[in-house]
């Protein structure tokens, strides 16, 4: 630890399983300082159902998870990064449960138990490591309390990143280099100093963009936001996954129906009982997530339904129970028992595949600062993420980025780094202007950017996302700034970058689906789609 408390040799931002499993590898070598917005448990992590897709039965192979993995991504993958990812796979997965994750098990019939693999969309095999249907909450257990015993470690709850330090904005230097944090403590309302010589965006991804999403109110592209207002290089931005299937109630907010239901079997139906699915993909239901959150959409719009079914009665209510606790019980408060009726869903705006391009060692184009997980694009979900890849990447780049960083050990931070300077008004109409754009970036969003486009929706939706960073950035420069407000401007930079790739992409490939190039272009097919600021202060 530096002299000050604001010093740290590592900042982590974020605390979901890529953050807090990189700040455990490289505690033994400094101070980390894990930055998280709200409680340290409440991250993307903690909501995923599904599991982590690993390599683990002598029936499956790395070759045919690469494959289903290619084959997903719709062409765009790095098929290195792939390969990479899936093969250092096994390894991480001893690794978590040395450290006290729990996955769940079955009895092999010998008496012996071994893991029980699930099924996923696009998956060929079973391979997906789960705890019942509340993986991230165990993850997140056993990762918190290894956390909580190391002393090397300070977690902040409660604050929000508002900005990178870099020297570029600083004018300090030609290199641009990560130096630092602003940080707001949402309870003293001050915004204070942190300086590192390595800073980890593990921020997660950007979900609450849409007006319907699967994730939780804390998914708001900060990372993808600071990174780019930062000078970082953006990468994919226009493929947003929407899962095909989360629970349709008036009062269920975000609550994702696990892909592992369809994978159990789990068949979807219309509201006259047809499974549509039929003659859409040979895998009908369990097609990869794009297809089936497209003929969704496009059997809610045929019929005008405002849902689809998911129906898993066919199994036995012991078995669906005892496999799918979590949401047996929540769909139970809603007053719908899985067991014995279909399951109402709509598809909602889920994963950001992606994000802020980073290396093999999840550096990004600034120095001394790293993103990984979902805040990053390293190549391996190309066009469409596989499901369950997610948290398997977050393990290999945590891993990778500690072991780059210990062995480059940036330059310390020799001077102190400016204060943050705020605006002193604040104004009785603030919070009513903040939340009315707030619903109206999202709704405008999920109309003109969603799962089927246009590129006259696009265009309307570019206009208005650039009118409402105008009022955005007003507010920001005239007002103290509140962790609303900074949320929402983070929306608004990264709903600009998603319409703009959208834009850059003249072709359908994967989650990307327009109908005026319905069709994949062979010249996009090894392209990603990049965009940068030009550095200046905003
Ligand atoms: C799910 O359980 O369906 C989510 C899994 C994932 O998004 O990878």
Redesign the pocket.
Known sequence: MADSPRQFDYIVLGSGIAGLTFALKVAHAGTVAIVTKKSRAESNTNY???GIAAVTSEEDSFESHVQDTLNAGAGLCNEEVVRGIVEAGPERIEELIHLGMKFSERETGNGGRELDLGR?GGHSQRRILHAKDVTGREIERALLDSIAANENIHVFENHFAVDLITTRKLGQSDTNRCVGVYVLDNETNAVETYSARTVILATGGCGKVYLYTSNPDIATGDGVAMAYRAGATIANMEFVQF?PTCLYHPKAKSF?I???VRGEGGELLNLRGESFMEGVHPLKSLAPRDVVARAIDSEMKRSGDDHVLLDITHKSARAIIDRFPNIYQTCLQFGLDITKEPIPVVPAA??QCGGVQVSHDGETGISGLYAIGEVSCTGLHGANRL????LLEALVYAHRAAAHALAHPAPAVDSPLPDWHSGDATDADEMVVVSHNWDELRRMMWDYVGIVRTTKRLKRALSRVKHLQEEIQEYYWDFTVTSDLLELRNLATVAELIVQSALLREESRGLHYTLDYPEPVESFAKRNTLVARDNKEG
Not at 387 to 390: E, G, L, P, T, V
């Open positions: 995923a159902q599904g996923e899962h994702l696990s892909e592992a889920h994963y499901a369950s890849n997610s």
